[in-house]
């Protein structure tokens, strides 16, 4: 699938690459990164690469269930001695007996010879006695040893993403650091001597670097970790630096990856590494191309034009820094199935990312080609339209991807 | 709805609130927090609280939206004469006559004269000779001022999530800081004499605190800032000062707050400030309580069973933190409808929360009791038992929260 280096600039791109072959040359080429240790209050969300055992019983000791009183089965109903108390870590110290009572707290451990816990709005008290309303069978509101979680237990599998619960009962069973998959680091290089840092005002024929901001954001939604943001000049020399040294897991190069003369991201890429694939049958983002350097690093030229660049982000750099990372790679977008409001012209062969609002349960394509970032704005979602499709009729129910 | 202030230690509650009403008053008193203004690296998922308008057009000059050539219509197809380049920031410095064409770079300003842009693609070339080959419309493959986004056009208003592509286009605008609805600060207040710190082992009669790390995950997950983690002995006077500092929007505090002799959370709230609510008629987490410090700072107090802790921020604490960071406080949890896999029974006037995991395409409870954790660990997600059912059937169909 390897695409032989040609120099497209100012000639056109030959034969473009079938989106569902740059998908399977990534699934195959991308493999989660190594593992890291982190501490509890890192986990969440990260994905786990090591299989967790419980080391203990969760509880460690039968506790009470319930605020009330611990005690004999055989007395319950009836009246009996209250003899003491057992809180939290201040158990009571010795065995009650036939007709005794302790007041006991949840989370309590049981005193020796209890046999269950009366729930306090199930009893009265005067003084030292206690009537117990109700039957307590043996065992009723007492947490058995081991009850949570039993020592041994397998909790957690490789692959497994930490969810808040998941990290309390890590808590709970004594880990305080678990290995799990490092985060992706991404270097965006964004190219373009027309380019403005972001915060300055767009001024004469200067505009204003939107791209590496959001590719920033959209970095981070995806468990990405935004390593270095360099705005460099359209030159050969300065990409082949920033490229060789950018200490990064993936590199995402806005701009400069089509075939205008100044276009050198591709050529600089094939003479570093390997230029895999460039020129994908998509609209917008047909120029998109994706490279390995010899370390193993991932590069992936993005368009310039901000649509483009999200589109090509959606449909292939999100994925990979979720493989990077050890999720799934499918899109983590909620979708919804709506008609479609009018006509939508395609070219078989060619995957189309249309800009959808969902307005009167109708998606509606937003006003705007791949220049206009407004598209993306105005739109909730997007939806694709398949390679083998040359017309989606209106009202044909679409899938819309919605924005996150 | 406000409840004076009953010392329910050891006597057991009263009558319950319905979370109806719990939700009721919660969304009655807890209104969006101040705003605050934030760079363009940092606004990516925060709520707008200004309405923002476009102060320029986006381009703000005539570009080329493909890498071709700038020619005159009527000279296409035909032959013409190249008379320089027009490059990003770089234009070309004078007026095309009919005849003369320019070399132009995608986002390359437009020359004087120019009427549209022929793809490189449908052109040949001879040294200064280029053979159009397609007739070029007037305005073809040109991005006219104003096209993204024209000046003076409402952007965003407020309440609007910004979401990456957003933030891209508030670069392009030239925008660099903006102002949006503060994130809530959240102190934990972890109380219990038995616990042991996240991290530690637990050992005899001590238990790990599992709550404050997966209380942190949660509030961050909700757009929260966890502000700081203490944990603190049940004494009433520790309780009381620590309430009294936390530097918060809002106070959680995990554990002592039932009805047991060491439960001192309610009534130093209550005096202290307003407890609003204290027992609500679900299951678990029943003896969750919420109140009001003079100052505003809202204290919710949440049981120190882990799955109980769980329950009441899902149906409460969350919704809180949501709705002051100005997002809506509806679940931000996907969610599927599937048959329940066997009988649950609830009582009339009580919500029940299950955890349940979605096998062969049915909702079944998982195991364990409120104090295990593991019930929620084992479950994809959770189902609501609403007040008005007593049974819900096996086949019955119900929606699952899934757990994020």
Known sequence: MTTPFRDVRMTGFGPRIPVADVLTLLHQRVQPLPTESVTLDQMSNRILAE????????????????????????????????????????????????????????????????????????????????????????????????????????????????????????????????????????????????????????????????NSVMLAALITRDGGRPATIQRIPDQPETIRTALAQAEADLILVSGGTSVGTEDHAPRVLAELGELAVHGIAMRPAAPTGIGFLPDGRIVMLLPGNPVSCLC????????????????????????????????????????????????????????????????????????LVDAHQELLPAGEMVTVYLYA
Chains 1, 2 share one sequence.
């Open 51 to 210: 299989r967790v055992l419980a080391p203990v019983n969760v509880p460690a000791f039968a506790k009470s269930a319930m605020d009330g009183f611990a005690v004999h089965s055989a007395d319950c109903p009836g009246t009996v001695h209250i003899i003491g108390e057992s809180l939290p870590a201040q158990p009571f110290p010795r065995r009650i007996a036939p007709g005794e009572a302790v007041r006991i707290m949840t989370g309590a451990p049981i005193p020796a010879g209890a046999e269950g816990v009366v729930p306090v709005e199930q009893t009265e008290r005067s003084g030292d006695q206690l009537t117990v309303r109700v039957p307590i069978p043996i065992g009723k509101h007492i947490i058995r040893v081991g009850e949570d979680v039993t020592q041994g237990t397998a909790l957690f599998s490789p692959g497994w993403r930490l969810r808040p619960q998941d990290v309390g009962i890590l808590a709970a069973i004594g880990v305080g650091t678990t290995t799990v998959i490092r985060r992706p680091r991404v270097a965006v290089l964004v190219t373009g001597n027309e380019l403005l840092p972001p915060g300055e005002k767009p001024e004469g024929f200067h505009i204003v670097d939107s």
């Open 312 to 383: 090509a982000y959606d449909l292939f750099a999100g994925r990979v820094i979720r493989r990077l990372g050890g999720q799934s790679w499918e899109w983590p977008f909620r979708s919804q199935v709506v008609p479609l409001a009018s006509d939508v012209r395609s070219v078989v062969g060619r995957v189309d990312y249309l800009r959808v609002k969902v307005e009167s349960g109708q998606a509606a394509v937003t006003a705007g080609g791949p220049s206009s970032l407004s598209s993306a704005v105005s739109a909730d979602g997007f939806v």
